[in-house]
């Protein structure tokens, strides 16, 4: 099956850093998707990206979806404490199949 | 605002014994999924429905058997549970089309011992 690499896989930042991390796919997806992961809670869509190159900002977030359709980049500038949480990208083919295949996370850490 | 709703919320189940766990959406969509979530996996599929009375096979379905009797409620079952089945699962909905948002409950932490 599809395999979607994330990094890094944990990040400890203090308070106003910014954050960048990826994801890496061994197939092309036609649309990416980042999620946020609160403790106790299930993920939440943070951004879509529907188009190879395409830039699209949320708030304090950017994503990329990367022109090779194998890759996307989610940034964040600024970290504030409620940016704690479990990142996860998300890719989707069109090729016949609903399905999203899940990163495996990045745990973001922000240290007093 | 219920959106998709997860039933129980925590169980522990013995090695052997059998449990369903529910997904109730009032989003009227069409898709739903179920996932599992292990430390360090990611969400990994389990089985998926494009629509009532149909199921499909995810990423690792050995083990649990599901059913989408009515539109809006998924059923994910364990006949025989087993220790490697410990993990915390996630019900998803999404209208169809590609990469449209899927909305997420809040998990069930499911301890097989």
């Known amino acids: 099956g599809q395999q979607l690499n994330q990094s890094p896989q944990s990040m400890f930042i203090q308070e106003g850093e910014d954050v960048s991390m990826n994801c890496t796919s061994s197939?092309?997806?036609?649309?990416w998707l980042w999620y946020k992961q609160d403790p106790g809670e299930g993920p939440v869509l943070l951004i879509a990206?529907?188009?190879?190159?395409e830039l699209t900002s949320n708030g304090r977030l950017t994503a990329q979806f990367g022109i090779t359709r194998k890759d996307s980049f989610l940034n964040i500038s600024a970290s504030i404490p409620s940016d704690v949480g479990i990142y996860f990208c998300?890719?989707?083919?069109?090729?016949?199949?609903?399905?999203?295949?899940f990163g495996t996370g990045t745990r973001l850490t922000i240290i007093p | 605002n219920a959106g998709v709703t997860q039933t129980p919320k925590f169980r522990v189940l013995k090695t052997g014994q059998s449990m369903t766990l529910l997904c109730a959406q009032d989003?009227?969509?069409?898709?739903m999924y179920w996932y599992r979530q292990d430390p360090g996996m990611g969400l990994r599929l389990i089985h998926y429905?494009?629509?009532?009375?149909?199921?499909a096979k995810g990423e690792v379905p050995d083990g649990y058997n599901v059913s989408r009797l009515k539109k809006q409620n998924f059923l994910l079952g364990l006949e025989s549970a087993a220790p490697s089945q410990t993990s915390v699962y996630f019900c998803?909905?999404?209208?169809?089309?590609?990469?449209?948002?899927?909305?997420f409950g809040q998990g069930t932490r499911l301890t097989v011992v």
């Open positions: 998803a909905s999404s209208y169809p089309g590609s990469g449209t948002e899927a909305f």
């Open positions: 197939s092309i997806f036609n649309t």
């Open positions: 990206l529907y188009k190879a190159g």
């Open positions: 998300a890719g989707h083919t069109n090729f016949g199949n609903e399905k999203l295949t």
């Open positions: 989003m009227n969509h069409e898709y």
């Open positions: 429905s494009v629509g009532e009375g149909t199921t």
